[in-house]
């Protein structure tokens, strides 16, 4: 009798312990991601969020990681900072989840580090382009996105092609903004070419004719614009009806030529626009492969095209979350963030790697993505003249 | 020179818009004493409403914008009926704390209706801009600004020349009398509201083709009706109407020759200055509804 109760109770504790086990590998891996779903630049964070959605599927269909399936938080900062850093609280503290992607904008994403070493989660910064992200000492951050400074070397190949002389900046009135303004200024006066004004706008302003009139005053033959899609198709319009006549160049990656097309129309043409991703010729990408299967799957499930060149941000960093969550061996914050510094994968822009950025010791991550210059000429997407024949 | 004259014009143009804003706002606090924070939600409205008017049901552009006054008139004449009616006799603050809740509950629905990403709106108007002299403008942003004028001069002929304009000012000036005289209070509440909702509504109805429609547009919107409020004297709607043109201009001149980075902070230490100098509004001595 003694030893049928004593095997029984072996048998419940058994089941007992067994149980959580159990539980666990059913239980999906959640990926935490900050976009901006609404407000200003609610466009690019509504992209972003379809590719990480992509992504999210091709990893299930796999199989998942760690045999588990991969469920995606997706949280809206509304365009705004201090939206950003309560969801990364949010998601940290509520949800609990091992690691998370975003915040799409650079004072977004800075607003929500602070969180990141609070509680000890690493993030993978999939868009913002200012240099303070990874130069600040926050050993929890790994950007895949290029730093405008970064971005302006990718330019610095054509700059002789352009003939810049002189160039004005009109930026938009945030990290971002400001650091790329900086950053392309400092390319600028490096080859010999002068800047002239330096104009900024608020992320929220539709009128930016005050700060085209100053701008049409100079002599400057070049402008970089660096905002948006919402506020470069305005920028674009508003020059247009003011006649300034110079060479547009926007930067950052978030123009999404083809909805400028659609939007802007002819106020569009002749503008370049750098990016980090090039749709119309996905072949031309590190993995032309893969760039076509995204596109193809982009496009089978009603995606606008126009978004892909923000699109594929989305699925590169859930990629990247999702190597780094495998190399791991568990969802563990900690050992995700390790773990990331091992990270060697492909994706859509091309080669994902780690190297060290920032003070000495508590380095954050940052990959070297390739970068692109596309022109809109007669109302479609074409490379520039000079870098065809390259 | 004609950095100078442009910049005019910029304002110009910029201010008839806030002060079509101001006014639909100037006039339901200063009738109703209600601060209507919804303001900016129907700006939204007249917008999106141009957009469902000439996409859904392929309207002319110009059929439009009436459509989408009174589209926004009749939510106004709504939202009065049933939310501001029973608070009649409810201190300012709780109506204050209704209308944010409506502020919040329109643009959430706007959200959930439209989606977050941006529209834009196409108009019958060139994009060639008219040239005159050294400056140019757009067609479109001429249009605005002749009916923005013709709506703002309207509002101030029905106020002031009509006899509903009487019973609208009476209405303000003693409530218990004007209603001894035959006034139907409760339908001049209702009107007056409708009338400030329409107003914004007609302001979205002109703006969004000229800028992108988005949710959260109405938050700029309502910022600008404020600050013109403001600097024109709560309830002062000749105020309202100079108010707009002076922030227009201050904001214009203020990129254009200190820094655009401080663009807004320009209009508000206007309104800074005109708090502390003189707090009951730039134009307290021209004439008040009322």
């Given at each position: 009798?003694?030893?049928?109760?004593?095997?029984?109770?072996?048998?419940?504790?058994?089941?007992?312990?067994a149980?959580?086990?159990?539980?666990?590998?059913?239980?999906?891996i959640?990926?935490?991601v900050i976009q901006?779903?609404?407000?200003?630049v609610?466009?690019?964070?509504?992209y972003?969020?379809?590719?990480?959605e992509?992504?999210?599927?091709w990893?299930?269909a796999?199989?998942g990681v760690?045999?588990?399936?991969v469920q995606?938080?997706?949280e809206?900062?509304?365009?705004?900072?201090k939206?950003?850093?309560t969801?990364?609280?949010?998601l940290?503290v509520r949800?609990?989840v091992?690691v998370?992607?975003g915040a799409?904008?650079?004072?977004?994403?800075l607003a929500?580090?602070?969180?990141?070493e609070?509680?000890?989660?690493p993030?993978?910064v999939?868009t913002?382009?200012?240099?303070?992200i990874?130069?600040?000492?926050?050993?929890?951050?790994?950007?895949i996105?290029?730093p405008s400074e970064?971005?302006?070397?990718?330019?610095?190949?054509?700059?002789k092609?352009?003939?810049?002389k002189q160039?004005d900046?009109?930026?938009?009135?945030t990290?971002w903004g400001?650091?790329?303004?900086?950053?392309?200024?400092?390319l600028l006066?490096r080859?010999?070419?002068?800047?002239?004004?330096?104009e900024?706008?608020?992320q929220?302003a539709?009128?930016m004719?005050?700060?085209?009139t100053?701008?049409k005053?100079?002599?400057?033959?070049?402008?970089?614009?660096t905002?948006?899609?919402?506020?470069?198709?305005?920028?674009?319009?508003?020059?247009?009806?003011?006649?300034?006549?110079?060479?547009?160049?926007?930067?950052?990656?978030?123009s999404?030529p083809?909805?400028l097309i659609?939007?802007?129309?002819?106020?569009?043409e002749?503008?370049?626009h750098?990016l980090?991703f090039?749709?119309?010729?996905?072949?031309?990408?590190?993995?032309?492969?893969?760039?076509k299967?995204?596109?193809?799957?982009?496009?089978?499930?009603?995606h606008?095209?126009?978004?892909?060149?923000?699109?594929?941000?989305g699925?590169?960093?859930?990629?990247t979350?999702?190597?780094?969550?495998?190399?791991?061996?568990?969802?563990?914050?900690?050992a995700?963030?390790?773990?990331?510094w091992?990270?060697?994968?492909?994706?859509?822009?091309g080669?994902?790697?780690?190297e060290k950025d920032?003070p000495?010791?508590?380095?954050s991550?940052?990959?070297?993505?390739?970068i692109?210059?596309?022109?809109?000429?007669?109302?479609?997407?074409?490379?520039?003249?000079f870098?065809?024949k390259? | 020179?004609?950095?100078?004259l442009?910049?005019l014009?910029?304002?110009?143009?910029?201010g008839?818009?806030?002060?079509l804003?101001?006014i639909?706002?100037?006039?339901?606090f200063?009738l109703?004493?209600?601060?209507?924070?919804?303001?900016?939600?129907?700006?939204?409205?007249?917008a999106?409403?141009?957009?469902?008017?000439?996409v859904?049901?392929?309207?002319?552009?110009?059929?439009?914008?009436p459509l989408a006054?009174?589209v926004?008139?009749?939510l106004?004449?709504?939202?009065?009926?049933?939310?501001?009616?029973?608070?009649r006799?409810?201190?300012?603050?709780?109506?204050?704390?209704?209308m944010i809740?409506?502020?919040?509950?329109?643009q959430n629905?706007?959200?959930?209706?439209w989606g977050?990403?941006?529209?834009s709106?196409?108009?019958?108007?060139s994009?060639?801009p008219?040239?005159?002299?050294?400056?140019?403008?757009?067609?479109?942003?001429?249009?605005v600004f002749?009916?923005?004028?013709?709506?703002?001069?309207?509002?101030?002929?029905?106020?002031a020349?009509t006899?509903?304009?009487?019973?609208?000012?009476a209405?303000?000036?003693d409530r218990?009398t004007?209603a001894?005289?035959g006034?139907?209070?409760?339908?001049i509440h209702?009107?007056?509201?409708?009338?400030?909702?329409?107003?914004?509504a007609?302001?979205?109805a002109?703006?969004?083709?000229v800028?992108?429609?988005?949710p959260s547009?109405?938050d700029?919107?309502?910022l600008?009706a404020?600050?013109?409020?403001?600097?024109g004297?709560?309830?002062n709607?000749?105020?309202?109407?100079?108010?707009?043109?002076?922030?227009?201009v201050?904001?214009?001149?203020?990129?254009g020759?200190?820094?655009?980075g401080?663009r807004d902070a320009?209009?508000?230490?206007?309104?800074?200055?005109?708090l502390?100098?003189?707090?009951?509004g730039?134009?307290?001595?021209?004439?008040?509804?009322g």
């Open positions: 009798m003694n030893r049928v109760i004593t095997s029984m109770a072996l048998l419940v504790l058994g089941l007992v312990t149980l959580p086990a159990l539980a666990q590998t059913g239980e999906p959640k990926i935490g901006p779903l609404s407000g200003p609610a466009a690019s964070g509504n972003v969020r379809m590719g990480t992509i992504a999210r599927d990893i299930n796999r199989g760690l045999g588990r399936q995606l938080l997706i809206d900062n509304k365009s705004d900072p939206e950003a850093a969801a990364a609280e949010k940290i949800d609990k091992p998370i992607m799409w904008g650079s004072s977004m994403t929500a580090m602070p969180k990141l609070e509680y000890g989660v993030m993978v999939e913002s382009s200012a240099a303070s990874t130069k600040r000492g926050n050993p929890w951050v790994f950007r996105s290029p970064m971005e302006a070397l990718g330019l610095e190949k054509y700059l092609d352009f003939g810049i160039a900046f009109l930026a938009v009135n990290d400001r650091g790329a303004a900086t950053a392309f200024g400092d006066k080859s010999g070419a002068a800047v002239g004004a330096t900024f706008m608020d929220a539709t009128d004719n005050a700060q085209i100053k701008i005053a100079g002599t400057s033959d070049t402008l970089f614009l905002t948006g899609v919402e506020q470069i198709t305005l920028v674009l319009k508003q020059a247009q009806e003011q006649r300034l006549a110079r060479k547009v160049i926007t930067t950052g990656g978030s999404s083809s909805q659609k939007q802007a129309g002819p106020a569009a002749g503008t370049y750098i980090f090039t749709p119309w010729f996905p072949e031309a990408m590190p993995d032309g492969k893969l760039a299967t995204f596109v193809d799957e982009w496009n089978k499930r009603g606008p095209f126009e978004g892909l060149t923000e699109g594929f941000r699925h590169d960093g859930i990629m979350a999702a190597d780094a969550i495998k190399l791991a061996g568990k969802p563990d914050p900690k995700v963030r390790d773990a990331l091992k990270v060697n994968i492909m994706g859509v822009n080669p994902i790697r780690f920032g000495a010791g508590k380095e991550g940052q990959s070297k993505p390739s692109f210059i596309v022109q809109i000429r007669d109302g479609k997407i074409a490379l520039p003249t870098a065809a390259k | 020179m004609e950095q100078l442009q910049h014009l910029n304002g110009l143009l910029l008839a818009t806030y002060s804003l101001g639909g706002l100037t006039l339901v200063g109703m004493n209600v601060v209507n924070f919804a303001h900016g939600e129907f700006y939204t409205l007249g999106y409403a141009v957009f469902a008017a000439l859904g049901a392929s309207v002319s552009f110009f059929v439009a914008i006054i009174a926004g008139a009749a106004g004449a709504l939202c009065e009926r049933v939310l501001l009616r029973p608070l006799d409810e201190s300012i603050d709780t109506v204050m704390l209704v809740g409506l502020w919040i509950a329109m629905a706007e959200l959930l209706g977050g990403v941006a529209k709106v196409g108009t019958p108007f994009t060639q008219v040239v005159l002299g050294h400056v140019s403008v757009s067609p479109l942003r001429i249009f002749v009916v923005s004028a013709a709506f703002i001069v309207g509002a101030h002929l029905l106020l020349r006899k509903l304009g009487r019973a609208m000012r209405t303000f000036q218990e004007a001894l005289m006034v139907s209070i409760e339908r209702t009107i007056t509201f409708a009338f400030g909702a329409g107003l914004a007609a302001a979205g002109l703006l969004g083709p800028f992108l429609l988005y547009m109405g700029l919107a309502s600008k404020f600050s013109v409020v403001i600097l004297g709560l309830g709607f000749a105020g309202a109407a100079l108010g707009g043109i002076v922030l227009g201050a904001e214009e001149l203020g990129a020759y200190v820094s655009s401080y320009v209009g508000f230490v206007i309104i800074v200055a005109v502390l100098l003189r707090p009951s730039l134009f307290a001595r021209a004439e008040r509804v």
